[in-house]
């Protein structure tokens, strides 16, 4: 009987390490000072570098439409025709009269070569026949306009035009633009030009997507507007996928480097105005310690003014530390 009381004072302490092992979070992070870049956010909005709208160069009905928004075209590929009965007459016209010029001409010559007209007719012909030839080609170019192409391999970001819509000069039909080229622009400040003429390069957050992408070159146009004394910014980007013209952006321009503590932005539990991570505390059980937090200073990472000293584990999941208190038999690891 001595021995089976013993045996189940063994079970009874194992159960209880295993559930204090359970209850601790197996990912952490070792909070540490470490360079990271420094630097100013601003506002951004993504635009294609090569990006077109096609207008319509001759009054008529659409009769069809060929493409959408979202579509992908080649260059040269149709994208929607207009009624061209008017050019079609007109061109019709235009050949009639440099018919009708071209015989003139050839009579007037024949007539001057017998002498029986002077060499001032002759030149009077050809110049009617020169204006009925540039007439001619200016009606076939206007009637070429009835067909509406894509001038560049891209994508339809935006369709401006209905069928059976009535067309005009000027008027924009189609927006297309090259998915491969993208890039940011930002406007910044005066006050911050002095900065900027020391930044290297960039980091661009997209807060819907979740993404940090590293630019490709950072260009500031030698130009401010005389409104709002503004200059644009334009940040390079490369091939990412998911990325629009008109979605927003972050840009954090990078000016230099400094030792910070930071927390991964992930591990960080936020309750209205009130920022706090789980903390390894005695025993390496998790507990909820609130936190003064800077800015972003990198790619998912936070800098930390107050509540953290270096060389403390802070539980990279919040979620799973917080079941992990509720319910000391749950792994928080798993």
């Not at 297309?176 to 930044?199: C, T």
């Not at 957050?205 to 507007?225: M, N, Q």
Request: overall charge positive; proline content about 5%; hydrophobic content about 45%.
């Amino acid at each position: 009987m001595k021995a089976n009381l013993i045996f189940a004072l063994f079970l009874a302490s194992t159960a209880t390490a295993q559930a204090q092992t359970a209850a601790q979070p197996t990912d952490t992070v070792t909070v540490q000072a470490h360079a990271v870049d420094v630097g100013f956010p601003v506002d951004a909005l993504v635009e294609a570098v090569q990006q077109t709208t096609v207008g319509a160069q001759l009054a008529g009905r659409v009769l069809e439409v060929r493409a959408d928004a979202g579509q992908r075209v080649k260059k040269g590929e149709l994208l929607l025709r207009i009624d061209a009965r008017e050019s079609d007459e007109a061109l019709r016209a235009a050949e009639a009269q440099y018919a009708n010029a071209k015989a003139g001409f050839e009579r007037t010559r024949s007539l001057v070569g017998q002498k029986f007209m002077s060499p001032a007719a002759l030149d009077k012909a050809r110049a009617d026949l020169d204006a009925a030839a540039a007439n001619r080609a200016a009606a076939g170019a206007s009637q070429s306009h009835a067909s509406i192409v894509s001038p560049i391999d891209g994508i339809v970001a935006r369709r401006h035009v209905e069928m059976g819509d009535m067309a005009t000069p000027g008027k924009p039909l189609f927006t297309v633009y090259e998915p491969g080229s993208l890039r940011v622009a930002a406007n910044v400040p005066q006050y911050r030009l002095k900065e900027m003429r020391s930044v290297r390069t960039a980091h661009v957050e997209f807060p819907e997507l979740g993404k940090w992408v590293a630019a490709s070159g950072v260009t500031v146009l030698p130009t401010a507007d005389t409104a709002t004394h503004v200059s644009q910014v334009r940040v390079a980007l490369p091939a990412v996928s998911d990325i629009t013209p008109g979605m927003f952006a972050r840009v954090r321009f990078v000016t230099g480097q400094a030792a910070k503590l930071t927390v991964p932005a992930s591990a960080v539990v936020r309750r209205g105005e009130v920022a706090a991570v789980y903390v390894l505390g005695t025993e390496r059980r998790p507990l909820l310690r609130q936190l003064r937090l800077g800015e972003t200073v990198g790619a998912g990472e936070i800098e930390v003014l107050a509540g953290l000293v270096a060389g403390e584990q802070v539980v990279a999941d919040p979620v799973k530390a917080a079941i992990a208190l509720k319910n000391p038999a749950t792994p928080a690891g798993h």
